[in-house]
């Protein structure tokens, strides 16, 4: 999947939990994320179902190969969702690397 972030930076991520099978969910209802992750949102975040984790795709985390976008703001995550590189080139959002696990 990939947003588009405030100050129009655009992240792609993997819809899928890194190590395991479970799909994740953009949430972009903040009251939803409030009644079902008790987390206090101004912004959509990434959920993972399984874990109950809530990702902040504003912040940044820590991953295998350093810091990566989503950081864990709840639940027991190991780490935040695989990032895929995403370029810009006129109208074509393009993924052109997805990060190493």
Known sequence: MVVKLPGGIYWGFSMREPYGTCELQYVS?????????????THPMLTDPC??????LTQ????PNGVIRGAIVKGGAIRPPIAIEIQVRGKEVVATRIERQ
């Not at 874990?51 to 902040?56: E, P, Y």
């Not at 940044?60 to 991953?63: E, F, L, R």
């Open 29 to 41: 209802d903040v009251r939803v994320l409030a009644s079902n992750f008790q987390v206090a949102a």
């Open 51 to 56: 874990s109950h984790a809530v990702f902040d």
């Open 60 to 63: 940044y985390g820590s991953g």
